[in-house]
């Protein structure tokens, strides 16, 4: 399969689809009569650069090339892909998908951003679009409810997974999919409650961000709700809490009228609550805070995190020289502190994750583990040598010191392109995880441990092995 994909319509969305792809080294092409367009995939793909990589402790493959162009068939030719991001009007979508239909090769999957519309309504006149409904930020967030033909559905959702994506494969069309339809109900409350005077745009962002918004992004609805209904579970819970259905806790399907009144009053909230940053500020905080939460959740493999892992199981480990980089990294924000560089902490952090991968890479992996056996870390010395910050690619290249019977002794180098910004020595022993006792590696780990002791040896020493606090250089 090419990986080129075309990007019709390249707003909100279809900069963020864009960014996506590109980032995962596809090429992309883009239609859209927007003269602003340029700059505007521009932006967007700015962002996309500082936060997608940054979930990752292994580099994506290198950016494809993206391209403009003014004919839609001249950006079609010899597409895998075709996202359409039109804006959510049907007539446009169907006069748009009626020449997707004829121009893109047939080989290739049509995908349509639509947050509402079902494919039977989008190919009503002959088109043949699947719904493949993506989340703000496109390059962060991994939900695409896929809809449709489902033969394509699965082709599709092949795709998706290869560029990080997590396809949810909805099982009947409905309008709205399944997650807008949610978000629908929350706005039309939130709506009511700024109508009725109740709370501020302000209170309702602190009443989900302060509470309830904090768990769903790891365990969604029903797992919340079933820890909520204690020992005696989901049919207590359900019991307890059924019967509010009935109350007139919900204002459930009306919505209040749209009038310039309700308009001016949450749009003056909303300037009040956010206007001293710019949508790109926004942006960028928003960003942020998803990389460090989804780096969190990748500790756990919770939610979202799961599919960064499973991503990153698919993403090669570099090899530069005679040593092997155990990680290759892109500096995220929160990692760094109020000195405005990355903070002490995470160079033993990248140490210990660079251990993780030569475990890995001995067989200490995550079977071994599980069968009982592991690594513990005795002993680490950092040397904080150079400064590095947001952003910056960060690799670390590990060699053996020694690799002999229980002990593991490695030398990580923590480079910033060119410059030697740490070193982290560490000493690990192996461990029965029953006993909790030192004990000698299996023969495949113990071989392969060998195997890369005998060749480091022949290396020289690097410039800091076995320095302790305090002494002069
Ligand atoms: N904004 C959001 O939060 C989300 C939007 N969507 C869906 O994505 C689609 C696009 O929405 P946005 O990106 O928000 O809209 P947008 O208004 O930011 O972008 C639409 C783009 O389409 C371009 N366009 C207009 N006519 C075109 C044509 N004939 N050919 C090619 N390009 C054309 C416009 O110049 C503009 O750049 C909609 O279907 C929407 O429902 C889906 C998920 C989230
Ligand atoms: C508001 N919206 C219906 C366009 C939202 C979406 O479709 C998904 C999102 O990113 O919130």
Redesign the pocket.
């Known amino acids: 399969m090419t990986k080129k994909a075309a990007i019709i319509g390249g707003g909100v969305?279809g900069g963020g689809w864009a960014a996506r792809f590109l980032l995962n080294g596809w090429d992309v092409a883009v239609f859209d009569p927007d003269p602003e367009a340029e700059r505007k995939i521009g932006e967007v793909l700015d962002n996309a650069r500082r936060a997608l990589p940054a979930l990752y402790d292994k580099p994506l493959p290198s950016e494809g090339t993206l391209t403009f162009h003014d004919d839609l068939g001249a950006a079609l030719e010899g597409a895998a892909w075709v996202q359409e991001s039109v804006p959510?009007r049907l007539d446009l979508k169907h006069r748009i998908h009626a020449d997707l239909t004829r121009l893109a090769p047939a080989d290739a999957i049509i995908g349509s951003s639509t947050?509402?519309f079902k494919p039977s309504e989008l190919n009503e006149q002959g088109a043949r679009a699947i719904v493949a409904?993506?989340?703000?930020p496109v390059y962060l967030?991994p939900l695409i409810e896929l809809v449709g033909d489902s033969e394509t559905c699965a082709r599709a959702a092949e795709v998706l997974r290869s560029v990080g994506l997590y396809p949810l494969t909805v099982r009947k069309e409905i309008d709205?999919h399944i997650?807008?339809r949610f978000?629908?109900a929350v706005?039309r409350e939130a709506l009511w409650l700024v109508k009725d005077g109740i709370a501020t745009t302000e209170e309702i962002d602190e009443a989900i961000r302060m509470g309830f918004g904090l768990r769903w992004a790891q365990m969604g609805l029903f797992e919340t709700y079933r820890i909520a209904g204690g020992e005696a579970g989901m049919k207590h819970f359900m019991a307890q809490f059924g019967p509010a259905l009935q109350w007139p806790w919900t204002k459930l399907m009306d919505v209040p009228e749209f009038t310039d009144e309700l308009v001016d009053l949450i749009a003056g909230q909303s300037d009040e609550q956010s206007g001293h940053l710019s949508i790109r500020q926004l942006e960028r905080l928003r960003d942020d805070n998803l990389v460090g939460m989804m780096r969190s959740l990748k500790q756990s493999g919770s939610g979202a995190g799961g599919v960064i892992r499973a991503h990153e199981a698919l993403l090669a480990i570099p090899q530069v020289g005679d040593l092997p980089v155990t990680l290759d990294i892109q500096v995220p924000q929160t990692w760094t502190d109020y000195n405005g560089h990355m903070n002490e902490t995470h160079y033993l952090e990248a140490g210990a994750k660079a251990s993780d991968c030569f475990m890995e890479m001995i067989g200490a992996d995550a079977d071994y583990i599980a069968g009982g056996l592991s690594y513990f870390t005795a002993e680490s010395h950092v040397r904080y040598l150079d400064e590095t910050h947001q952003g910056a690619r960060l690799q670390v290249q590990t060699q053996v010191l020694s690799g002999q019977g229980k002990k593991l002794h490695l030398f990580h180098t923590l480079l910033s392109g060119e410059r030697t910004v740490a070193t982290v020595e560490t000493l690990l022993l192996h461990v029965d995880l029953g006993t909790r006792r030192s004990c000698p590696p299996a023969d495949h780990v113990a071989a392969a441990l060998e195997s890369y002791a005998s060749r480091h040896a022949a290396l020289p020493q690097p410039e800091g092995v076995g320095r302790a606090v305090g002494q002069r250089p």
């Open positions: 969305i959510e947050s509402g409904h993506p989340f703000n967030l709205a997650a807008d978000l629908e706005w």
